[in-house]
């Protein structure tokens, strides 16, 4: 007799599962990472205040793997998602900030980069389906009639309950920018000839005609970002050359970077099957589906292979119910890294859009003496994702992905550089000038 996949034992009591979720109150996973939620003071980060609230996610309209980046007055909106464990719908609102370039708050009032309403509601939410894990999801679409940004720059989104912009439930990041400055960019080998394998330097030229900066060491700041990673931003761009309205940086070595290696990958989007990084699934003993994936291959001493990735993104997805995430299911996902000794000074992490390209303690993994191994057991909402193991050194905030995975030239890897200019009518930082750019395509 062929096994019975564990979620057929579920499948036909989900209807009365869902009935249980609406008259009594579900028992959340929450996680175990208690310090993360015990502040509520705001960060000017993508962070999540509250227990309850897993994946959330901001992108453009239609492209779920888009970045959080709109035009001053286009007409794409941003779409913001997140779900909710709590089994009763929240009176949340919301409203944006704007920052400067060190995503500190501008000395803009609301009412200077704020077309409409300084506050809105967060739509009513909507339940989930056929999910052992019940949820609400909320979504919400800005710009939008009630409020939309008048100057470009960093903004942060903050959701809050009620009316108490204290009280709050997630800050999220997204930019906002002008076309006026020229960004002409590439990656090239570095000049250190010792480290041209490994690593990817970044050539820069910026040219601003037609806007006024004083001072371009102190007015203009330029900001570059590796596969969308805030915690590794580099910023204290000098040029080297001047002249006219242009700016030369001639591999800067703020723009350096290790290439990493390419992302490690699994498909989750279709629970009745393993997939090729899966070994099996089970129940687990929350009653919720786990996906046991095979130990990952070591690679730091690896030669460069070319592997298709999506660059540390989250898809999520449900094959069986397409194109909506209320159907997509909550499981426990097991990694499992050998490895010859235990690396001191630091910890290990699964790092990648899944943890928000954070260190969070639920992304930790534990050293398993007996068998040699770094293993983490994390709930996560099912689709494809993408990751790799990151080493946190201790007292460090920025993680090191080459120490466990190797780094390579020839790395495949998205950059964006941001060129801000300082406006000293309205006391602020403004996007002017933004660069998409690839390794490879240029």
């Keep these: 007799m062929a096994a019975t996949h564990p979620l057929d034992h579920f499948r036909n009591w989900c209807p009365l599962l869902l009935a249980l979720a609406s008259c009594t109150a579900s028992q959340p996973a929450i996680s175990s990472s208690q310090d993360y939620y015990s502040t509520k003071e705001i ?6 205040y509250v ?20 035009a001053l007055g286009g007409e794409e909106p941003l779409v913001l998602r997140f779900d909710d464990f709590s089994p009763d719908a929240q009176s949340l609102s919301y409203t944006v900030v704007h920052c400067n370039a060190d995503w ?7 009412s200077q980069y704020i077309q409409g309403m300084p506050t809105d509601f967060v739509p009513t939410p909507r339940q989930s389906f056929n999910t052992l894990q019940p949820f609400l999801e909320y979504e919400l679409e800005f710009p939008n009639d009630m409020m939309r940004p008048t100057v470009a720059g960093n903004y942060l989104m903050k959701v809050f309950r009620g009316t108490d912009q204290e009280d709050l439930v997630l800050t999220r990041r997204f930019l906002v920018f002008e076309d006026r400055v020229q960004i002409d960019a590439s990656i090239v080998p570095t000049r250190n000839v010792e480290r041209r394998d490994m690593d990817q330097q970044l050539d820069l030229t910026l040219r601003y005609a037609g806007i006024t900066v004083p001072d371009p060491f102190s007015d203009l700041h330029v900001t570059v970002l590796q596969n969308n990673r805030w915690d590794d931003a580099r910023t204290g761009f000098n040029p080297k050359f001047i002249r006219d309205a242009e700016l030369i940086y001639d ?3 703020e723009g350096l970077f290790t290439g990493n290696n390419e992302w490690r990958g699994v498909d989750l989007k279709n629970l009745r ?6 070994s099996r699934y089970a129940t687990s003993p929350e009653g919720l589906v786990e996906a046991f994936l095979l130990p990952d291959e070591k690679r730091e001493f690896k030669v460069y292979l070319d592997l298709p990735d999506i660059n540390g993104k989250y898809l999520v997805k449900n094959d069986l119910t397409p194109g909506d995430p209320l159907g997509a299911d909550y499981i426990y996902v097991d990694f499992t890294l050998p490895r010859t000794t235990e690396q001191a000074n630091g910890d290990v992490y ?3 859009g899944i943890s928000d390209f954070q260190c969070k303690k639920e992304f930790r993994c534990a050293w398993d003496e007996q068998k040699k191994a770094y293993s983490a057991r994390v709930l996560l909402k099912q689709g494809y994702l993408d990751y790799v193991y990151a080493f946190l050194p201790n007292g460090s905030t920025v993680p090191d ?3 466990l995975e190797g780094s390579h030239f020839q790395t495949e890897n998205d950059y964006l550089v941001l060129v801000y200019v300082r406006d000293y009518q309205l006391r602020c930082d403004r996007l002017m000038g933004l660069r ?3 390794s490879r395509k240029g």
């Design 43 to 48: 960060q000017y980060n993508d962070r999540v």
């Design 51 to 70: 227990p309850t609230i897993h994946t959330v996610q901001l992108f453009k309209k239609g492209f779920e793997l888009s970045p959080a980046i709109i």
């Design 104 to 110: 500190q708050p501008s000395d803009l009032s609301a």
């Design 251 to 253: 591999q800067p070595k």
């Design 273 to 278: 099957y393993a997939t090729l990084h899966v």
């Design 350 to 352: 699964v790092y990648g």
């Design 401 to 403: 992905l080459s120490l």
């Design 436 to 438: 998409f750019l690839n």
